[in-house]
């Protein structure tokens, strides 16, 4: 897939059609826009395009926002694993916040990327106030000659898929209703930065993630799989504020560090990391000292391998 972050620099492609959306989580709803997308796409021997921002437009309408299901790296990683041709990037400033609809669709659908057609889901608005929607968006195609096709919602258990509803999952720790709407198991994706080592020093050296906002489920240390740029592993993730030595800090911070187990490779900083969490293993506990720590780590440790044959030989019968 083709990532394209300015309009200027976006070549003409052949017969664009082209979807609008933030997408966060590109979840089950947002895949059957996708798929829509790319099926007329090849239908008409053209370009299957995705437009969406580097950020979402809440930070910038009300200052701040939920934190997203997936970064903009996350989403991007996932649109390229379907067969969406290219990704446009706008960046959401006040400027775009402020642009009224039908400057929007002739500004980028029509002067930019001279579209042949556009799929809109359901819910999805564009322009300032969100006032741009199917009916007006049809009205500019006839004015500028492209066709408008729009996508149902996608229902699960008499509701529609969407972003809140999964982030609301997420955050309860329900992981398994969100992979359900999601189409895919809940993974955390980030960049792995420098800590203070102190894992390490316990004889668990760990890979700080910097989630670029990602949501996070509930405090605790789960069982995961991580996928590296090596390999994947089981591990161990702590999803915290590590109390047993930031206790007191005035404003503390959510942390996540991984644990590989069997890893013998080299230092992750600055890898991308996906971290699928599998099973709830405890909560967060302050303790009294880091010796103390170490022993439950070791308990957790084994507790994880135990867990690892147990897939294994279930696997095998099966």
């Not at 929007?104 to 799929?119: I, N, Q």
């Not at 919602?153 to 992979?179: K, N, Q, Y």
């Not at 203070?196 to 910097?210: E, I, Q, Y």
Request: net charge negative; proline share 5%.
């Amino acid at each position: 897939m083709e990532t394209v972050f300015s309009l200027a620099k976006a070549p003409r492609y052949p017969s664009p059609v082209a979807t609008i959306g933030v997408f966060d989580g590109v979840h089950r709803g947002h895949l059957k826009v996708l798929s829509e997308t790319v099926r007329w796409a090849s239908e008409i021997d053209g370009t299957a395009l995705v437009i969406t921002f580097d950020r979402h437009p809440e930070r910038v309408l009300a200052g701040a926002s939920p934190d997203s299901i997936t970064s903009l790296e996350h989403k991007l990683h996932l649109i390229a694993r379907t067969d969406i041709d290219v990704c446009v990037v706008l960046h959401f400033d006040r400027e775009m916040a402020e642009m009224q609809p039908e400057r929007f669709v002739r500004e980028v659908l029509v002067e930019s990327l001279a579209v042949t057609g556009a799929v809109l889901g359901f819910n999805a608005r564009f322009g300032r106030d969100a006032a741009g929607d199917e009916q007006l968006l049809r009205l500019m195609g006839r004015r500028h000659g492209f066709e408008v096709r729009t996508v149902g919602p996608l229902l699960i258990d008499g509701e529609p898929v969407s972003s809140t509803r999964i982030r609301s999952h997420i955050e309860a720790g329900e992981l398994d209703a969100a992979a359900r709407l999601l189409g895919r198991p809940f993974a955390l994706r980030g960049t792995v930065v420098h800590g203070a080592k102190r894992g390490a020093g316990l004889g668990f050296p760990t890979a700080n993630l910097n989630l670029h906002h990602e949501a996070t489920p509930p405090r605790g240390v789960y069982i995961c799989r991580v996928s590296t740029d090596g390999g994947v592993y089981w591990g161990l993730v702590n999803i915290g504020m590590r109390p047993t030595f930031e206790e007191g800090e005035a404003a503390p911070t959510k942390h996540v560090e991984v644990y590989l187990d069997d890893y013998a490779g080299g230092p992750l900083y600055g890898e991308t990391l996906e971290v699928e969490p599998v099973k709830f293993l405890r909560e967060e506990t302050c303790f009294a000292s880091p010796e103390a720590l170490a022993v439950q780590l070791e308990e957790d440790r084994r507790t994880l391998r135990t867990f690892r044959s147990t897939i294994a030989d279930e696997s095998k019968s099966a």
